[in-house]
């Protein structure tokens, strides 16, 4: 299956991506790492008004393989999270950067993004890992 990488979002090492969307990003896992975890089977969020610390865990995705910890790629607030993913965790593996959204997030620091890479960055990182 061949992988798509967004170039409005941003990605970090741990896979996670940002998609700015005016005062706020939209945050979501890759469609790599989503391929990578294979059957999604419980995703665990905080909760609104949570807030994030850049490199630090925010919550976790379980597949039938493994247990991830999901790593903030940016701080902020958590002003929304998809509900829809927590009721129904393969919608992550349908549509990752669209209906699997995880959180919308008001960014405390927004030059962070400027630390993440850009989609052809990532994709060349990835390339050869699955």
């Known amino acids: 299956m061949a992988l798509s990488f967004p170039s409005d979002c941003r990605y970090a090492d741990s896979h996670e991506y940002v998609r700015?969307?005016?005062e706020h990003v939209r945050l979501g896992l890759s469609a790599f790492a989503v391929?990578?975890?294979g059957d999604?089977?419980?995703v665990e969020l905080p909760e609104v008004g949570a807030v994030l610390s850049c490199g630090q865990s925010f919550g976790s995705v379980e597949s039938v393989k493994a247990v991830e910890d999901l790593l903030a790629p940016i701080s902020?607030?958590?002003e929304a999270r998809n509900e829809a993913v927590l009721a129904n965790p393969e919608e992550l593996q349908h549509d990752p950067y669209g209906e699997g959204w995880l959180?919308?997030?008001r960014p405390g620091a927004p030059e962070q993004l400027d630390a993440l890479m850009q989609a052809d960055s990532y994709a060349a990182k990835v390339q050869g890992q699955g």
Do not use: N
Request: hydrophobic share 60%; no cysteine.
């Open 20 to 22: 700015p969307e005016g």
């Open 35 to 37: 391929d990578q975890l």
């Open 40 to 42: 999604i089977v419980f």
């Open 76 to 78: 902020g607030v958590v």
């Open 103 to 105: 959180l919308l997030v």
